[in-house]
């Protein structure tokens, strides 16, 4: 007895290993001379293995993972090889890259130096994941998989009218080959019977309106050429003539064979390594016919809070929410029928909180292929499902509808290509505007080629004039997405999702959410575009931004304080606005506003206030004078807004203490008075002590010559010498004190800025400099100078002086090189004057434009130290900035900058 019962185990066990949904594959791992691990064999693998990889049992069997799979390195060998060692149980998701997809992978050692790995592909679901991660969910047209048959059937024939292609693969029958045939020929005697039986009654249900008896699915098995027999899945639709008659079927038939291999081979098993279940990272469990647990695993337990001697003898229904025990009766009969499912169920933990799964649900059959149970496997994504419950709440309704309309245009378009008139009736009654475009050769959309009756409704269009029309024709410029966008998300992914807004014939705009995407017809590229109009949910987001606006705004004006009152109450107030008022906001709410206004400036608040309840907006900005609640009068800086406030009209003040602000402009204005009176006096004073010193110079150097005239070469050289001494400095003495005129004038005189090419500017500088460059031979090259606003014989001295330098200090035996250029660079000019003169040491650039600052001795180079000071004081008044780079020995570049707009000085 203990002996049936021990091989009825074991061949339990050896059931469940072979048609478990999950491949699975048992391993030894090879040590190198070092007893280190580097490769592994297959010595097991089960028939979901071969289904998900591909490679065949015999392929694999007794064979190193690196040959297998054509790598250097074994796919995870230390994950692998850790597990085979210390018998603790590992798992992992990983890009899997020979096989190019996602496992989630769980690892056991059912003895020391072996592993099983249990894997299940999550290439889809990883791709669900990483579209949950996007900002928003996209929508797409659901294409037909092209392996199912699409055909439709004449009812009063029996005959086919149209059979896609695919049909060759399926029964060995070309397309042309089944249009002769009848759908008794196609089908067993038992499929055709059961299809037909119930075929009189749909159709008059249908024709009473009940829209359910359109659409139904079946497993039918169909005759293939070679005689066998092939089982399929066929979801037939009825279609109607315009008549409201009956009088074809449209179907869509799909091969089930290896879902039908599974199914019967699932019914024999049990497990085949019970340690690999009970330490799998899934829970696991199996019930008997009467939907009551007979096993459960640790993962199972710890998902739902129990232990597994609390599960065990428990039914099915004592771990669902009331509300999902409807589905879990519907989920049981197709177990009852033999259907293995994946499915999404959810569970309620011993706490009571939800736990959502991912279950793979097979069903278990007796000897004599009786249901007697089901087998589960359950991952928990109770994260993942939270993510997309939040997300979906969003856009459910607007998803579904889109997904519904889009896969009847799809449908239609694919296995009704050849009658129109299916198609324009499914696109009539959809709700939502419908087009289609033609698509050129340089990929442009041009024409519309088909439109829908909601497409005219909306826009006002008539058919024809449609039809003469490009989509460009009619969307609006306020359109954010542009057709560039469009076409690179469409030519990524097949599709693309947009808002846009398009002109009706009216010429109003209305906005749409748009669906586009691209696909054949009748051989030719075409592109269907779903438009919905969103018109109420535009209007619904404005209202929001509008409300939300307002908070905004209180938020962003309020600088240090801020009251609402209502027809001269105050009806809230913070705690800034109290302090400044003297009191808390309590003793506050509830007192007139005008309570706190100044005498002098209550009839201009009341005329403020009046006007903003009639008007509505707000008031600029203004200075007032407030009260606070002892009488002291505060100055304060206003902005009041009208707004509603707990469904009444109100109006918001913000405002700040300006008192301190006020009282130190008075002192600065003080301040200013003083500093004013004291340049005057200072220019006077600079004025009169150089136009004095000018007079005794000019005797002093008159004289220096008659001396120099009269009795030059007369006594010794000596006394030359010294005539010279006091006749060049007199003449430095009175270019010094010109220097300093000049320079204090850049600013104490007034000069007007006009608009005028820069490049005059410079012109004049060439000639006064004319003598100058012919003397030293100098080469002068300027580029296209820009116009500016400026004073224009300020610029042209900057431009001097700069050439000036250059030429006096220019290297010895070399032909000087002046370069004058400018580029504009946002709301600046910046010009350039470059030399290949003696250069600067590094140490002296943040000095030359300090007034009276000389790097060389007057006996080297003649000169004031003044020029550049007043050239840095003249581009300080005109706004802009000025600099130099140099290299000693090499030579110079001096900048400046004009700013592009100026203002008259």
Avoid at 346 to 352: A, D, L, T, V
Avoid at 418 to 441: C, P, Q, Y
Wanted: net charge negative.
């Amino acid at each position: 007895m203990m002996k049936k019962a021990y091989e009825s185990t074991i061949e339990n066990r050896l059931k469940v290993f072979d048609n478990m949904l999950e491949g699975v594959a048992v391993h030894e791992i090879v040590y190198d001379s070092s007893n280190n691990a580097v490769d592994y064999v297959i010595i097991d693998v089960n028939p979901a293995y071969e289904n998900i990889t591909g490679f065949k049992r015999e392929e694999v069997l007794g064979k190193k993972a690196s040959a297998i799979y054509n790598v250097a390195i074994p796919p995870y060998i230390d994950i692998y090889s850790k597990v085979a060692i210390t018998g603790e149980p590992e798992h992992f998701e990983a890009y899997f890259e020979p096989l190019d997809k996602y496992f989630r992978i769980v690892v056991t050692s059912p003895e020391k130096g072996k592993f099983a790995a249990i894997f299940e592909d999550i290439s889809e679901y990883k791709t669900t994941e990483k579209k949950l991660k996007e900002s928003e969910k996209h929508y797409r047209l659901i294409s037909e998989n092209m392996g199912d048959v699409v055909w439709i059937l004449d009812i009063n024939s029996g005959r086919f009218n149209y059979v896609s292609p695919s049909v060759y693969q399926l029964r060995g029958y070309t397309a042309q080959e089944v249009l002769s045939q009848s759908m008794e020929e196609v089908l067993t005697p038992n499929s055709y019977q059961s299809i037909i039986k119930n075929m009189p009654s749909r159709i008059n249900a249908l024709k009473s309106g009940d829209e359910s008896a359109r659409v139904q699915t079946n497993e039918v098995d169909q005759i293939r050429k070679d005689g066998s027999i092939v089982p399929t899945e066929v979801v037939i639709t009825f279609l109607m003539n315009k008549k409201g008659e009956v009088n074809e079927v449209l179907g869509v038939t799909r091969d089930i064979t290896k879902r039908k291999k599974a199914e019967k081979a699932i019914h024999k098993s049990e497990k085949k390594y019970r340690q690999i279940v009970e330490t799998a990272n899934e829970g696991i469990w199996v019930i008997d016919n009467n939907f009551n647990i007979t096993f459960a695993n640790q993962k199972m337990a710890e998902m739902l809070g129990y232990t597994i001697e609390e599960m065990i003898g428990k039914s099915f229904d004592f771990f669902l929410f009331p509300e999902d025990i409807h589905d879990h009766n519907l989920k049981r009969e197709s177990r009852k029928k033999g259907i293995s499912e994946r499915y999404e169920r959810r569970f309620q933990n011993k706490n009571g909180s939800e736990v959502w799964t991912q279950v793979s649900g097979t069903p278990l059959t007796d000897k004599n292929n009786n249901f007697a149970g089901s087998f589960a496997m359950f991952t928990d994504i109770t994260k993942r499902k939270k993510a997309e419950m939040q997300l979906k709440e969003a856009h459910d309704h607007l998803e579904e509808k889109v997904e519904e309309r889009t896969k009847e245009l799809e449908e239609a378009y694919k296995a009704l290509s050849e009658s129109e008139e299916k198609f324009r009736g499914i696109v009539n009654n959809a709700n939502d505007m419908i087009t289609l475009s033609e698509v050129k050769k340089n990929r442009a959309v041009g024409n519309f080629i088909e439109v829908n009756d909601v497409g005219t409704n909306l826009l006002g269009y008539s058919r024809e004039e449609f039809l003469n029309m490009t989509p460009y024709d009619i969307v609006h410029q306020d359109t954010d997405v542009s057709d560039a966008e469009i076409a690179s998300e469409m030519s990524e992914k097949g599709y693309a999702r947009h808002e846009s807004v398009l002109i009706a014939k009216d010429g109003s705009k209305i906005p749409f959410e748009v669906a586009t995407h691209f696909f054949k017809l009748k051989g030719k590229d075409v592109v269907l575009a779903v438009s919905r109009d969103i018109s109420e949910r535009k209007k619904a987001e404005s209202a929001l931004k509008e409300s939300e606006e307002i908070y905004r705004r209180l938020l962003r004006e309020s600088f240090d304080a801020w009251a609402i009152h209502s027809e001269g109450i105050i009806l809230a107030i913070n705690d800034s606005a109290a302090k400044i008022a003297g009191g808390n906001p309590e003793e506050l709410i509830g007192k007139p506003i005008l309570d706190f206004v100044h005498p002098d400036y209550k009839e201009d608040v009341k005329k403020r206030i009046t006007r903003l309840y009639k008007e509505g907006g707000s008031e600029p900005l203004y200075e007032e004078k407030f009260l606070k609640l002892d009488g002291t009068p505060i100055d304060v800086e206003v902005m009041i807004t009208a707004l509603t406030y707990k469904r009444k009209p109100s109006i918001q003040i913000v405002f700040r203490d300006i008192t301190k602000r006020k009282n130190a402009e008075k002192q600065l204005k003080q301040i200013i008075q003083e500093l004013e009176r004291s340049n005057k006096e200072l220019r006077s004073f600079a004025y009169i002590t150089s136009h004095d010193l000018q007079e005794p110079l000019r005797t002093m150097g008159n004289y220096a010559g008659l001396l120099k005239m009269r009795y030059g070469g007369k006594f010794d050289q000596d006394a030359d010498d010294f005539i010279e001494y006091i006749e060049s400095g007199a003449q430095r003495l009175k270019d010094m004190i010109q220097g300093l005129l000049d320079y204090s004038q850049v600013r104490t005189q007034k000069r007007e800025f006009t608009e005028f090419n820069s490049q005059e500017a410079l012109d004049n500088a060439l000639i006064n400099l004319h003598s100058s460059i012919e003397a030293c031979n100098a080469e002068i090259i300027y580029d296209k100078l820009p116009s500016i606003t400026a004073n224009k014989d300020q610029i042209s001295r900057v431009f001097q002086n700069f050439i000036g330098n250059a030429l006096k200090f220019r290297k010895e035996g070399l032909q000087p090189k002046i370069h004058i250029s400018a580029k504009k660079e946002e709301d600046e000019h910046i010009f350039s004057v470059s030399d290949n003169g003696i250069g600067l040491e590094e140490q002296y650039k943040d000095h030359i434009f300090e007034i009276f600052k000389r790097l060389h001795s007057i006996g080297e180079y003649q000169g004031t130290g003044i020029g550049l000071a007043i050239v840095k004081r003249i581009i300080e008044q005109h706004g802009g900035r000025i600099w130099v780079e140099s290299e000693y020995g090499k030579g110079s570049t001096f900048y400046f900058t004009i700013p592009i707009t100026h203002v008259n000085s």
